[in-house]
């Protein structure tokens, strides 16, 4: 899109065809209590664009950033090495759109990416169907909980203690408006998932169970027994996957009796971002496919019987069937999406499993040689590329400590659960195929310097 | 009479204690092709206007009331990979699920077949 400037005359033209005398004029109608008189309290005055620029710079250098430090964060936004050829196709002037556009039908290479995307995430996820995304891992786990409310007519969704606190939020601010009941717990610090007391909990009253998988503190739930115990209640099971490569060495979600299966599918492809824009995933089992939110790209053939690409099924939509659709998403990640579908077609399903493989041994250098020291130890029996080590002391603190010597050294469950002081010795280590020897031995030399209490 | 139609575009076939229900022969060639048939389950209690089933059609997806209120007895499965036959026959074998009236009187506010078509005409 253009930006076409007025000129001082374009102005005074456009004001004398409507007959007004200034451009404050038009702003007549706003009362004067509601109008802004003067500058913004606390703005700076206007700057030249050379000036704001060093400014900013000036300001970005104080950033600790992921691509100069030792960088152990994990907990749903992942750093992985995205290689030079996704960046340089996405920003291809036939590809470059935020969204599936408008005459859809009209751009057939996007609706054939976006087809091969669904084709991706069905098979990462083992279901039989995924949508054209949504619009990241948090939304995505609501509209499953909205999806399931939708199949079995139910409204009480039982949610695992290992589902991201992060995710749990957003969740929890939706149902605020919709009257689902949410039964939720915190994660309690064991090697293993609680899984029994999380089917305990399942009644026929319940509409999903949701499980993050691996989960928040990199614990590999049961899904299999999960799913076995919701369907024998009439309850669906909806799984959320926070780090994708992690499906190329675990089993699909869909395999093991998962109905929907969500996720984030920043990991491949998408950079950290700052935390956005992401991709939501979205996958479920063929027979609850008219109720699946979102856009669905289809195969057919066109009357001269060529192969082409269609949005199906949009009658579940908003733009068409109002405040009866399935979701009040009419849009995707389009960008996001395509990143992630040419990142997933150069990797290969041989590729995922490599890189899954090397992540997992990135992981198991970090956390044999991070147990090397005393008082720190590792909670997880099992983990794929993140793992929770508890410290000696508040992680919290530990965290600041390592910032102050220049490394990014975890996620505090300090951070995450502010109010649950139990879990507050809780670290959330991660470590995937751009983490170095050097990166994990400053780490370690970092965190017992800190715990012998020696200066930065 | 025991056939009655709504201004939705209904119709409900009295016999004995139960109705069948289905949309008018006008309704289907409204929307087009029908390509998918959501069924309501047997023993849902229903309350006249409520929507119990929807139709989708290459067009929209549209609710469809029930005329009466009671309890679902029955629903056409044939519909589900015969989708088209509320296109082909609308007004027979298309009808889409049956209900046991709970209040027979509420027949009373239905259209009988010469107002459902002057009512057509009219729109």
Known sequence: ?456 | MSRYYTKDHEWIEIAGDTGTVGITDYAQAQLGDITFVELPSSGQQVTRGSSVSVVDSVKAASDVYTPVSGTVADANHALTDAPELVNTDAEVGGWLFRVTLSDPAELDGLMDRAAYDLYVEGL
Request: net charge negative.
């Open chain 1, 1 to 456: 899109m253009r930006y076409l400037p007025l000129t001082d005359t374009d102005r005074s033209e456009m004001l004398a065809v409507i007959g007004a005398s200034s451009v404050d004029e038009l702003f007549a109608d706003v009362p004067a209590e509601a109008r802004l008189a003067g500058p913004i309290a606390g703005l700076p005055p206007h700057a030249s664009e050379m000036a704001v620029e060093r400014h900013m710079a000036a300001l970005a250098a104080k950033n600790l950033s992921a691509g100069v430090a030792p960088f152990f964060l994990g907990a749903g936004a992942y750093r992985h090495h995205i290689p030079a050829s996704v960046d340089h196709l996405i920003q291809r002037g036939e590809f470059l759109t935020a969204y599936t556009p408008y005459q859809p039908e009209i751009a057939q290479g996007t609706l054939q990416v976006l087809f091969e995307f669904q084709t991706q995430v069905a098979r990462l996820f083992g279901t039989d169907v995924a949508n054209a995304s949504m619009y990241d891992g948090s939304t995505a786990c609501w509209e499953a909980i909205l999806m399931a409310g939708r199949v079995t007519k139910r409204g009480k969704t039982v949610i695992a203690g290992g589902l991201h606190p992060h995710y749990l939020a957003t969740v929890r601010t939706m149902a605020r408006f919709t009257g689902d009941v949410l039964d939720t717990r915190l994660p309690v610090l064991s090697p293993e998932p609680d899984d029994a007391e999380l089917i305990a909990a399942i009644d026929g009253e319940t509409a999903c169970v949701v499980v993050q998988y691996p989960d928040i503190l990199g614990r590999i739930p049961d899904l299999a027994a999960i799913a076995k115990a919701a369907h024998a209640k009439g309850a669906l099971l909806v799984a959320v996957v926070t780090e994708p490569v992690a499906l190329g060495l675990i089993e699909a979600p869909g395999n093991l009796g998962a109905d929907i299966v969500v996720g984030e599918g920043q990991s491949l492809g998408v950079g950290l971002n700052f935390g956005g824009p992401y991709l939501g995933l979205f996958g479920c089992r063929e027979k609850f496919l008219r109720q699946m939110p979102g856009r669905l790209c289809g195969q057919t053939l066109d009357a001269d019987g060529r192969r082409g690409f269609v949005l199906t099924l949009s009658t579940r939509e908003q733009h068409i069937r109002r405040e009866k659709a399935t979701s009040n998403i009419c849009t995707n990640s389009g960008l996001c999406a395509l990143a992630f579908t040419i990142h997933m077609t150069l990797l290969g399903g041989e590729g995922l499993t490599r890189l899954a493989r090397l992540n997992h041994a990135r992981a198991q250098s970090m956390v044999s040689r991070l147990t090397q020291i005393p008082g720190v130890t590792c909670l997880n029996e099992a983990w794929f590329n993140e793992a929770t080590l508890i410290l000696p002391g508040d992680a919290r603190e530990a965290v600041h400590a390592l910032a102050e010597r220049g490394i990014l050294g975890g996620v505090s469950l300090g951070r995450l659960y502010p109010d649950a002081p139990e879990l507050h010795r809780g670290l959330l280590v991660t470590a995937t195929e751009t983490t170095t020897d050097e990166d994990i031995e400053a780490l370690a030399e970092g965190l017992a310097a800190v715990f012998a209490g020696e200066p930065a």
